[in-house]
């Protein structure tokens, strides 16, 4: 199995993950629109990190969803947030570098630790969700 198909599976379980707690709702909520915004965010951050050939333009939607859902973090999510500003600034940054004269030349550790850190603002995200709006036994 090849990275991208990978990053595919990946996406899709947590896509019909997302699906499933939509559809049958499986703790009631009354704030719908807190809900969605909940689960946009992570669509499009996991769109971002585990698809290939993904632009820095879906990272910005799942930050502009994050800023939404800031009541349902811990002090510890708080930081989150800017956190994932900065990966996507770096992004941007990183992006930018390969369209002029003289790219920038990342060592590959480097590359590596801001994605690991951008599957942390995800995994924390994911967690958040899940014993937020799935009901434990």
């Not at 896509?15 to 629109?33: G, M, S």
């Not at 807190?34 to 990272?59: D, G, K, N, P």
């Not at 799942?62 to 708080?78: D, R, V």
Request: charge should be positive; glycine fraction near 2%.
């Amino acid at each position: 199995i090849t990275l991208q198909n990978w990053g595919q599976i990946l996406f899709g379980a947590i896509y019909i993950l997302l699906l499933i707690t939509l559809l049958f709702k499986l703790k009631p909520t009354n704030n719908i629109p807190y809900f969605l915004s909940f689960v946009l965010t992570i669509c499009y951050l996991a769109m971002f990190l585990l698809l290939t050939r993904m632009h820095e333009r879906h990272m910005f939607f799942a930050l502009g969803f994050m800023a939404l859902i800031i009541p349902s973090f811990s002090i510890f999510g708080i930081y989150m947030i800017p956190l994932a500003n900065i990966m996507y600034i770096l992004n941007l940054i990183f992006a930018y570098s390969q369209l002029i004269q003289k790219p920038l030349m990342w060592d590959h550790t480097i590359v590596t630790s801001l994605s690991f850190v951008n599957i942390i603002v995800l995994a924390y995200l994911l967690k958040v969700f899940l014993s937020k709006y799935v009901k434990s036994n």
